[in-house]
């Protein structure tokens, strides 16, 4: 090998070895032996992802905390509410002493007064990022991992005002608010024919949403109603607006109103009749109409079951004298089965009637000309609502030594409540300490995976720089014996 042959090759090494030097020297500055996508692209690739997640996890870990913070606020305004509530009562046990003269009385009740109104500042001020959390509107969505549906919901769906939890004045009974229909009707009928005798309650559950009970017992009511929409059932509709009064449509706040069915006396069948008839003595009958008067019904023809079976129609006239004044008249339709329906082109009366001895095969003599029939009909109608407000069984009233004891009751059972919903937010707060430690424990083992693919080893890369520089010095020495080994050649040729 010549000299010159020789100094290439070892020139390529020494730009190798300078190589693997400057890598080194960059791994043991930076501390990292993937940076860029050259260095290894696979590594770089999963090391990027993972810098993703972990970046998501502590965001996440932020919103935990804020979180935290939150129901911590909200805990404060509950603890705030319970004091009030136990101060409440506390005067109350105080009126419930039966030696309180009137005067005593109407100064606990102003302090219980203050007392409602500082619950209902509380519930104002206890707000986060400038949304309430007390008002029975508080729904919060926080994003507590680090991918699309890691989601911690914070929902306070009860209202804490006095009144809606029942230790309001018993003078701020809610204001009922109707959606009239085109008669002016706040409840009315909407199907007579399924309208029953009943007495019916609308107990709020909520500002928003109702309980309807009723004694209906062919077609039970539907379980709730809400405010703002229309509620239909059993023949009744109605639809209650909301007012804008935070103390209307309370918990405890109760509309009742009654319904009565249709109805129609029994047939006289022998109020007038004819000489040689033997029209019905026992017909039934059945109205689902909406108009209120006297119906008679005078046969001017005469049929048997033959003329029936044949399909053949009696010819009767009826008139109706309704609450208007005015008279109808109409035709008498007597079908097979012994069913007579009165039927004016005009209006449809609702009225059926069943003779119940029409059924006389051959006879002659069911109805004749002459024979007349009579009966009292009363449409369907709603008793109420008492439209001026209605207050529930809530409330606080201290002017009287048995209404005060009512009144304890009701703050126990907002004591009770509140209490409820501090247990919902300590829960709350504990599943929020177990996702931050849990949180906390994938940010460090994800950054651990991810150091371990792009970190550096710094004693293995500071072995490798010795080893390198000591290769690097000794390729430099061996260049410069090739680079003198040429000069002598070309000292021996200038002789």
Same mark, same amino acid.
Not at 44 to 64: D, E, F, H, R
Not at 168 to 178: F, I
Not at 349 to 360: E, N
């Given at each position: 090998?010549? #000299?010159?042959?020789?100094?290439?090759?070892?020139?390529?090494?020494?730009?190798?070895?300078?190589?693997?030097?400057?890598?080194?020297?960059?791994?043991?500055? &930076?501390?990292?032996?993937?940076?860029?996508?050259?260095?290894?692209?696979?590594?770089?690739?999963?090391?990027?992802?993972?810098?993703?997640?972990?970046?998501?996890?502590?965001?996440?870990?932020?919103?935990?905390?804020?979180?935290?913070?939150?129901?911590?606020?909200?805990?404060?305004?509950?603890?705030?509410?319970?004091?009030?509530?136990?101060?409440?009562?506390?005067?109350?046990?105080?009126?419930?002493?039966?030696?309180?003269?009137?005067?005593?009385?109407?100064?606990?009740?102003?302090?219980?007064?203050?007392? @409602?109104?500082?619950?209902?500042?509380?519930?104002?001020?206890?707000?986060?990022?400038?949304?309430?959390?007390?008002?029975?509107?508080?729904?919060?969505?926080?994003?507590?991992? #680090?991918?699309?549906?890691?989601?911690?919901?914070?929902?306070?769906?009860?209202?804490?005002?006095?009144?809606?939890?029942?230790?309001?004045?018993?003078?701020?009974?809610?204001?009922? &608010?109707?959606? #009239?229909?085109?008669?002016?009707?706040?409840?009315? !009928?909407?199907?007579?024919?399924?309208?029953? *005798?009943?007495?019916?309650?609308?107990?709020?559950?909520?500002?928003?949403?109702?309980?309807?009970?009723?004694?209906?017992?062919?077609?039970?009511?539907?379980?709730?109603?809400?405010?703002?929409?229309?509620?239909?059932? /059993?023949?009744?509709?109605?639809?209650?607006?909301?007012?804008?009064?935070?103390? *209307?449509?309370?918990?405890?706040?109760?509309?009742?109103?009654?319904?009565?069915?249709?109805?129609?006396?029994?047939?006289?069948?022998?109020?007038?009749?004819?000489?040689?008839?033997?029209?019905?003595?026992?017909?039934?009958?059945?109205?689902?109409?909406?108009?209120?008067?006297?119906?008679?019904?005078? !046969?001017?023809?005469?049929?048997?079951?033959?003329?029936?079976?044949?399909?053949?129609?009696?010819?009767?006239?009826?008139?109706?004298?309704?609450?208007?004044?005015?008279?109808?008249?109409?035709?008498?339709?007597?079908?097979?089965?012994?069913?007579?329906?009165?039927?004016?082109?005009?209006?449809?009366?609702?009225?059926?009637?069943?003779?119940?001895?029409?059924?006389?095969?051959?006879?002659?003599?069911?109805?004749?000309?002459? *024979?007349?029939?009579?009966?009292?009909?009363?449409?369907?109608?709603?008793?109420?609502?008492?439209?001026?407000?209605?207050?529930?069984?809530?409330?606080?009233?201290?002017?009287?030594?048995?209404?005060?004891?009512?009144?304890?009751?009701? !703050?126990?059972?907002?004591?009770?409540?509140?209490?409820?919903?501090?247990? !919902?937010?300590?829960?709350?707060?504990?599943?929020?300490?177990?996702?931050?430690?849990?949180?906390?424990?994938?940010?460090?083992?994800?950054?651990? /995976? =991810? *150091? =371990?693919?792009?970190?550096?080893?710094?004693?293995?890369?500071?072995?490798?720089?010795?080893?390198?520089?000591?290769?690097?010095?000794?390729?430099?020495?061996?260049?410069?014996?090739?680079?003198?080994? @040429?000069?002598?050649?070309?000292?021996?040729?200038?002789?």
């Amino acid at each position: 090998m010549t #000299a010159e042959t020789q100094a290439i090759g070892i020139q390529n090494m020494l730009a190798s070895i300078s190589n693997l030097v400057a890598n080194t020297e960059n791994r043991v500055s &930076t501390g990292y032996k993937v940076s860029k996508a050259s260095d290894a692209p696979a590594d770089y690739v999963i090391s990027q992802m993972m810098s993703k997640t972990i970046s998501g996890l502590q965001t996440a870990k932020v919103n935990v905390g804020n979180a935290q913070n939150l129901v911590s606020v909200a805990e404060g305004g509950l603890t705030g509410i319970k004091s009030l509530l136990n101060e409440m009562r506390s005067t109350a046990l105080t009126a419930a002493d039966a030696t309180k003269s009137g005067s005593e009385r109407a100064a606990l009740s102003q302090t219980v007064d203050e007392m @409602m109104k500082e619950v209902d500042d509380m519930v104002k001020q206890t707000t986060w990022g400038g949304k309430a959390l007390l008002n029975g509107a508080g729904l919060f969505n926080f994003q507590t991992g #680090a991918d699309v549906g890691d989601v911690t919901s914070i929902k306070i769906n009860q209202s804490f005002y006095a009144r809606e939890i029942g230790v309001g004045s018993t003078g701020d009974a809610a204001q009922a &608010t109707w959606t #009239a229909d085109s008669n002016g009707r706040n409840i009315y !009928i909407a199907d007579y024919s399924a309208v029953e *005798d009943a007495e019916w309650t609308l107990e709020f559950t909520s500002a928003g949403t109702f309980n309807v009970k009723s004694t209906t017992i062919n077609t039970p009511p539907s379980a709730t109603g809400t405010v703002g929409s229309s509620y239909a059932d /059993a023949g009744i509709q109605f639809q209650l607006e909301a007012s804008g009064n935070s103390t *209307d449509y309370a918990v405890g706040d109760r509309i009742t109103f009654s319904s009565k069915a249709s109805t129609i006396d029994s047939v006289d069948a022998n109020r007038t009749k004819g000489t040689t008839g033997n029209a019905a003595a026992n017909a039934a009958s059945q109205y689902t109409g909406e108009m209120d008067g006297t119906f008679q019904i005078n !046969i001017t023809g005469s049929g048997n079951a033959t003329v029936i079976s044949s399909q053949s129609q009696l010819t009767a006239s009826f008139t109706f004298s309704g609450s208007d004044g005015t008279e109808h008249s109409g035709t008498l339709s007597i079908g097979s089965d012994g069913t007579a329906s009165l039927i004016d082109g005009s209006w449809d009366s609702g009225i059926t009637i069943q003779f119940s001895d029409y059924d006389q095969i051959g006879s002659t003599n069911d109805f004749v000309a002459g *024979d007349s029939f009579s009966f009292d009909v009363t449409a369907a109608s709603v008793t109420g609502p008492d439209t001026s407000g209605i207050l529930g069984e809530s409330g606080v009233n201290l002017m009287s030594a048995s209404a005060s004891s009512t009144s304890i009751a009701h !703050i126990d059972k907002a004591i009770s409540l509140v209490e409820t919903y501090e247990t !919902i937010l300590g829960s709350t707060s504990q599943r929020l300490n177990i996702r931050e430690s849990s949180l906390a424990t994938m940010i460090e083992n994800n950054s651990a /995976a =991810r *150091d =371990r693919i792009v970190k550096s080893d710094l004693v293995e890369e500071q072995l490798n720089l010795t080893k390198y520089s000591v290769q690097q010095q000794a390729a430099l020495a061996m260049f410069a014996h090739a680079t003198s080994q @040429m000069q002598l050649g070309l000292s021996i040729l200038s002789i």
